[in-house]
């Protein structure tokens, strides 16, 4: 009996390697299909997030439409997409465009150009964002404003642009990478803030209105995403430890996995996603359920970090 169960065991093992395996292939597969032949808009898809779904979308087979502010960055996206590709894979070359989300006027003829060119957009990606970080009474309002053009006011511009395209074909997915101060209000980061919550609202309403046009809409939420130069330093042997358990809490989750997580949006059809560790994931509960309770440990948080006096 002892024997079998010895024998038995590896066996089992290479089993469920064997399922895995073989749920990976299904999956990649599917994913793949999911976006071949699909026209796919990304805005800002040169930054960290932007390029590598740039990247995924690219190798799924996509139909990219690239958007950024500057010419050069796209033209070495284009081409590091291009130097890549897969001959025995199907992909397709991707167009080019250049976009600023905070010009309306811009973003308008953008949606006429791509429409023209090729006659329909299946999936757009709004992923173009401006961080601000800063006390209220310092950030001027004109620099709110533009927080809350490039935002709020560019992406629903484009979005409502390519609409009418979609709810005439009846298909559609509208992806917001929207951050999860989209829910919760951080200090001193009260522009972005708020114009992730400007977004947040506008999508999910919009959810609600083109569902019976089979047009989906979807919002991606992280947390804090790593760039690609913050890497783990040296430390005492636990500090590392506990880093590399906690990495993603630390130094925040890798742009490749926000971008294999917006392609399984689109795959899985997600109307929602948060990516999120359980703290920020336990703060939208208690900015929910418990709000005083909340508002008087962020001020706590606020309170402490003033008391400290800056270096320098
Ligand atoms: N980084 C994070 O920790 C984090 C966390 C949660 C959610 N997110 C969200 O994830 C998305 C991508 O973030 P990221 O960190 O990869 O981006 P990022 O590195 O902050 O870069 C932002 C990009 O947006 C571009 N941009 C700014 N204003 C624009 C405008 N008016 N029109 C067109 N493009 C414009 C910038 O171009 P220029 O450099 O030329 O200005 C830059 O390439 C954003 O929606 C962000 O809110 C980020």
């Not at 199907?90 to 905070?102: C, E, G, M, N």
Request: proline share 4%; hydrophobic share 45%.
């Amino acid at each position: 009996m002892g024997v079998t169960a010895v024998l038995m065991l590896p066996l089992l093992l290479l089993g469920i390697s064997g399922l895995l395996f073989i749920y990976q292939e299904v999956s990649r597969l599917w994913s793949k299909s999911a976006v071949q032949n699909k026209v796919v808009v990304i805005t800002d898809a040169i930054s960290g997030l932007g390029k590598e779904c740039a990247r995924v979308f690219h190798t799924g087979g996509a139909r990219l439409v690239l958007c950024g502010k500057n010419w050069e960055r796209l033209e070495m996206l284009y081409d590091a997409l291009i130097s890549v590709a897969d001959p025995s894979k199907q992909t397709f070359t991707p167009k080019l465009v250049l976009l600023d989300l905070s010009d309306i006027s811009c973003v308008q003829d953008v949606a006429k150009e791509v429409l023209d060119c090729y006659g329909c957009v299946d999936i757009l990606i709004n992923n173009a964002s401006v961080k601000v970080k800063g006390p209220a009474h310092k950030i001027s309002l004109e620099l709110d404003k533009k927080i809350m053009d490039a935002n709020y006011f560019g992406p629903i511009t484009l979005t409502k642009a390519l609409l009418p395209n979609m709810i005439s074909r009846r298909t559609g997915q509208i992806v917001l990478v929207n951050n999860i101060q989209g829910k919760l209000g951080i200090p001193f980061r009260t522009a972005y803030a708020a114009s992730k919550h400007a977004a947040l609202g506008f999508f999910d309403c919009l959810r609600a209105e083109v569902e019976e046009y089979d047009v989906l809409v979807s919002t991606v939420s992280p947390t804090f995403i790593r760039s690609y130069h913050v890497y783990p330093g040296h430390g005492n042997w636990e500090a590392s430890i506990w880093k590399f358990f906690f990495r993603k809490l630390t130094y925040g989750v890798h742009p490749v996995d926000v971008a294999e997580e917006v392609m399984r949006t689109v795959r899985r059809k997600k109307q929602e996603v948060f990516m999120a560790n359980p703290i920020p994931k336990a703060a939208v509960y208690i900015r929910t359920f418990f709000p005083e309770f909340f508002f008087a440990v962020v001020a706590c948080g606020v309170r402490e970090k003033l008391s400290v006096p800056e270096e320098g």
